[in-house]
């Protein structure tokens, strides 16, 4: 029962193709392709100081009123103000402090949970229903709800925080444990383990550096949540020290706080990183 | 002794294996060839007790295959290697499941590394690895688990012409120095002829045994054994029998 291919029909006398002129390969903006450094040098330098110098410019020329826009010496003298004050150092510590416990009990629920979702069919089919419906809830809806349970303490904050992050950070660390191989686990169990050891010994270890990158995108959340739940009420923190500096049309000191803010969230990411970098090294 | 008895292995309306009956002795090299969709693979993963037959049995040494387990060391394709674990924790793998003290661990382990050529890599990770080392790692890391039966589903489909040259004459020599029984699917049927003491064909559609032949050349064999007659008549025969199973391109 071999079947040999028939002689097939000759192709028909079709005129050739056009052809097209070959294009010419771009040097700065080729697809994927890196990029000499000196375009890499003065492409990141105009990214950081184009937006600047139009700030210092703007502020000089006078064209914006000052409670509109300050100045960047006003700015640096606001912070410097506050760092002195020390309100700043107390602020950043209870603003901090939330996403340390809000964000960090969101981790500790997100993680074992992604870790089942991902790992486990039952897992997936018993949770992502209702968390995946969650997601889409606001968490800044439920700051009325909170406050209603749970009082306008610290509680309905660090609440808020874990709203915020807990779902998103679990339906990510899903993803990343089901991109664990299915041969991995399959060569484990030939090897002797058992299903316990091949969480512990391959699905985790596996998983590690993708999880440290999803904490790393959702501290981000985090910060945004923080500011939010400082809003509301509270006496320390920089979202209050934003909403107070509103009352008094301080807007330098808000551009100061907002500084702060994104010098600290960069810290934060630079560190996971890095950590990720260092568990990451096989990748 | 690797027994199957009438194993039969459905996909819903698909058959994949229909009815194989194998009998494999201890310490046998047995090489499984057929066409591509003759069931080669799936039968490899019954036999690592991956998946379970839908009838019939397999018996290892008489006892049931309901899973997998250390008795039946699998080496896939692709290797598999643990990538977060450098060379020598990969192959130490399964020992660290076992109550062994460090140094019966790493005695074991130095053994493998050096038997597969891997001692000096024992710290390297596997993306430092190229795709040769990175299989020789794999078969390590079942071996260290002192299996009845190696099982290697196209460990060598990947790799160029000489590292395929070399892998072959590594695994004939872990052959004869440890003994263990080889079952091993390809669909190079000269690297079947070469290694296997026997050589099963597989028939698609459904997959079934379509023969069954036993290789009559000299056990001493290496690469100048591929030139000989009773090789290339060898060889012949059983493309002509996995030819003659395999559905061509019909015009």
């Known amino acids: 029962m071999t079947t040999v291919v028939d002689t097939p029909p000759a192709r028909p006398d079709w005129p050739a193709l056009p052809r097209r002129k070959p294009a010419r390969r771009a040097k700065v903006w080729a697809i994927r392709a890196p990029i000499p450094r000196p375009a890499r040098v003065a492409l990141i330098a105009c990214s950081v100081l184009v937006p600047l110098v139009a700030w210092v410019a703007v502020s000089a020329a006078g064209a914006v009123p000052e409670q509109f826009l300050p100045s960047p010496q006003a700015v640096w003298a606001a912070g410097l103000d506050m760092s002195r004050a020390g309100t700043l150092a107390t602020d950043i510590w209870a603003s901090l402090q939330r996403i340390l416990i809000g964000f960090g009990l969101a981790i500790v629920v997100s993680v074992p949970l992604g870790l089942l979702m991902g790992g486990f069919r039952a897992g997936q089919a018993l949770f992502e229903p209702v968390v995946g419906l969650l997601r889409y809830l606001p968490a800044s809806a439920f700051i009325p709800l909170l406050t209603i349970w749970l009082g306008i303490g610290e509680p309905s904050k660090v609440m808020l925080l874990f709203i915020g992050t807990v779902f998103f950070n679990t339906l990510m660390t899903a993803d990343v444990v089901r991109q664990v191989p299915t041969a991995l686990v399959d060569v484990s169990y030939t090897l002797g383990a058992r299903r316990g050891e091949v969480v512990r010994k391959v699905v985790v270890p596996h998983a590690l550096p993708g999880m440290i990158d999803c904490v790393r995108v959702n501290a981000a959340a985090a910060w945004n949540f923080v500011v939010v739940a400082e809003l509301i009420n509270s006496e320390e923190g920089l979202g209050y020290r934003i909403a107070r500096s509103q009352r008094f049309l301080a807007s330098d000191r808000i551009f100061a706080i907002l500084v702060v803010i994104a010098v600290i969230g960069l810290a934060i990411d630079i560190v996971l990183r890095l950590l990720r970098d260092r568990i990451g090294r096989w990748v | ?251």
């Open chain 2, 1 to 251: 002794m690797l027994s199957l008895s009438s194993v039969s292995r459905r996909y819903g309306a698909f058959t994949a294996l229909s009815d194989i009956s194998l009998d494999v002795p201890d310490g046998q090299f047995l090489c499984l060839v057929g066409a591509s969709g003759s069931g080669k693979s799936t039968l490899l993963s019954l036999l690592a007790g991956l998946s379970m037959p839908t009838s019939g049995t397999i018996l290892l040494d008489e006892s049931p295959v309901v899973g997998p387990g250390p008795d039946r060391g699998l080496v896939f394709q692709s290797g598999a290697v643990y990538p977060f674990r450098t060379v020598e924790r990969n192959v130490g793998f399964g020992l660290e499941l076992l109550d062994l003290s460090r140094a019966e661990r790493r005695r074991r382990v130095d053994w493998y590394l050096a038997e597969t050529g891997l001692t000096g890599l024992r710290r390297q990770l596997p993306k430092q690895l190229s795709g040769g080392q990175r299989q020789r790692v794999a078969i390590a890391r079942a071996l260290a688990c002192e299996p009845s039966v190696l099982l290697l589903d196209e460990p060598f489909g990947a790799l160029d012409v000489q590292t395929k040259e070399d892998m072959q004459l590594l695994i004939r020599r872990i052959w004869q120095d440890t003994g263990t029984t080889v079952v091993m699917v390809t669909h190079d049927v000269e690297e079947a002829v070469f290694l296997g003491q026997r050589v099963v064909v597989l028939a698609c559609d459904p997959g079934r045994v379509a023969a069954d032949l036993t290789v009559n050349l000299p056990a001493d064999r290496d690469l100048s054994s591929k030139r000989l007659p009773e090789f290339l008549a060898l060889r012949a025969q059983v493309e002509d029998q996995v030819r003659a199973f395999h559905h061509g391109i019909s015009a």
